[in-house]
């Protein structure tokens, strides 16, 4: 289909307008056509990107390749110390929570994560545990939750201490799970809370969490805390387990 500038647009929207005005003045009942121009917006035009089928969308910003850890840091300062090898990056215990070195509000994030197979002795919480968390603050739980019982609001997919994920989509351990995870940060005004966070989250393409309410910091212990802040960075947690990740990448909305 042929599209028209946009000063040719307007031209033809004014004559438009102007015949269907003088249709109107007439007492003329307008064609379908002009009817359905009322409600026609050309802008703005949305940006082309491309998605290739199992690959990263060309305005993505990757995380993690399975090559280095050039975008990612220790939070106790210097180099991210985690293990890279084959293309998959897996915690090293003891050496601390990393974060991305740059800041993030509004995103897409897509990560892939496994639990190892040995289970023996494991239960609950210590069943290979980790956690992906927003701005430094927000949890959604990473766990072996397979076959695995514990609190339902720690388990994988959840908003974690707060919101227990709708179904338990998780895949044997040792086997690749995937996250799709939106992520709306809260709005503050000073130290005022103007909006709540929200966070949406498909585990192995099934929706565990639709567009849930973050009613604060995911605590341990306690409540939920609010904590005025701005944009900040994706965290990823050592919890002593050798829990890995590949395929980190985030759009930011």
Not at 175 to 197: K, N
């Amino acid at each position: 289909m042929m599209h028209l500038n946009w000063s040719v647009k307007s031209t033809l929207a004014l004559c438009v307008l102007g015949t269907a005005g003088f249709a109107v003045a007439q007492g003329q009942a307008l064609e379908p056509w002009q009817q359905a121009q009322k409600t026609e917006v050309w802008e703005p035009v949305p940006e082309a990107v491309s998605s290739p089928a199992n690959g990263v969308p060309s305005d993505a910003i990757v995380l993690f390749d399975g090559s280095d850890l050039s975008e990612w840091e220790s939070v106790k300062g210097g180099a991210a110390e985690w293990t890279v090898k084959d293309g998959v990056l897996t915690v090293l215990p003891g050496k601390g929570d990393i974060k991305t070195k740059r800041d993030f509000c509004d995103v897409q994030l897509h990560v892939e994560w496994k639990t190892p197979t040995d289970v023996e002795g494991m239960e609950g919480q210590q069943r290979n545990n980790s956690g992906i968390f927003f701005q430094q603050k927000y949890e959604i739980q990473v766990l072996d939750s397979y076959k695995n019982a514990t609190y339902p609001n720690g388990q994988a997919g959840s908003v974690y201490k707060q919101t227990i994920p709708l179904v338990n989509a998780m895949r044997p351990p040792g086997q690749w799970q995937e996250y799709d995870i939106l992520f709306t940060a809260p709005r503050f005004d000073g130290e005022e809370l103007v909006s709540h966070g929200y966070v949406t989250v498909i585990h192995n393409g099934v929706v565990v969490q639709n567009h849930t309410k973050i009613l604060g910091t995911t605590e341990w212990i306690g409540a939920p805390k609010t904590i005025p802040h701005g944009c900040a960075p994706i965290q990823l947690q050592d919890h002593d387990n050798f829990v890995s990740f590949r395929n980190i990448w985030v759009r930011e909305l």
